[in-house]
């Protein structure tokens, strides 16, 4: 039978630094939640909104995938591997820490909020060399269907990690069914977040930046109760 756990958006960890307003759904930081440490491998989910020309100046991490999709405004990445990139709403960013990198991100507009969403996955190889990748995705491909962003495989759609995860992004117009059948068997389970909108997942009304994680289960049942937007995290519930 399957089991889920929500968490209204309402309920999340709350930063405001002045510069940075960040919204945390799991541990981080500041904030400590012994009954939100993680969703399986899925350790962190910061929604973060940054203010014109400011950011995160270098900081290091390893062992960690890092993903981060933007959804308003530009955002400058530069790190210890030598990347300097801009990424936008529609792209998708990912990089592996491994062995340990430097990197910074910066709002590249002075005078315009950079929205995105931060997430970590634990991998499922350490100490790997260090790598960046970042994918400019087609917007029409998740019109009233799930588009996959992010896989472990690197000849298959979106963004790879060093995981058995898989990220879809749906958009779809109020009234669209569809159904998401797991990948990665029994040990899979999957991590909704509401960009904007209502969304009915396996029975349950979402709202705007609600998030809900089933398990034990194969597949989920969702209905967009209005025009909505969504990102669905599969990833492995032991690791």
């Not at 996959?148 to 298959?156: A, E, H, M, R, Y």
Request: charged share 20%; proline share 3%.
């Amino acid at each position: 039978m399957a089991q889920s756990v929500l968490h209204q958006a309402g309920t999340r960890g709350h930063a405001n630094h002045g510069w940075l307003e960040s919204y945390h759904t799991f541990s981080f930081a500041g904030y400590y939640n012994a009954d939100r440490m993680n969703f399986g491998a899925l350790r962190v989910l910061n929604d973060d909104t940054v203010s014109g020309g400011m950011g995160f100046g270098k900081h290091p991490h390893d062992n960690m995938e890092i993903i981060s999709i933007p959804l308003e405004g530009d955002l400058e990445h530069q790190d210890s591997m030598g990347n300097v990139a801009v990424i936008r709403k529609g792209d998708i960013q990912a990089m592996s820490a491994g062995t340990g990198i430097y990197h910074s991100e910066k709002n590249k507009n002075p005078n315009e909020k950079v929205k995105f969403l931060q997430i970590w996955i634990y991998p499922d190889q350490k100490n790997v060399t260090p790598r960046y990748d970042q994918l400019t995705l087609s917007m029409d491909d998740r019109h009233n269907k799930l588009q996959q962003v992010l896989s472990p495989n690197k000849d298959d759609d979106g963004i790879w990690i060093y995981q058995q995860a898989w990220f879809h992004i749906g958009k779809f117009n109020k009234g669209i069914s569809t159904e998401y059948a797991l990948k990665g068997g029994a040990n899979s389970g999957v991590y909704a977040f509401i960009l904007n909108g209502q969304v009915n997942i396996n029975g349950q009304l979402l709202n705007t930046r609600d998030g809900f994680g089933v398990w034990d289960t194969d597949k989920l049942s969702i209905t967009a109760e209005s025009d909505a937007e969504f990102l669905l995290m599969e990833v492995p519930m032991k690791f």
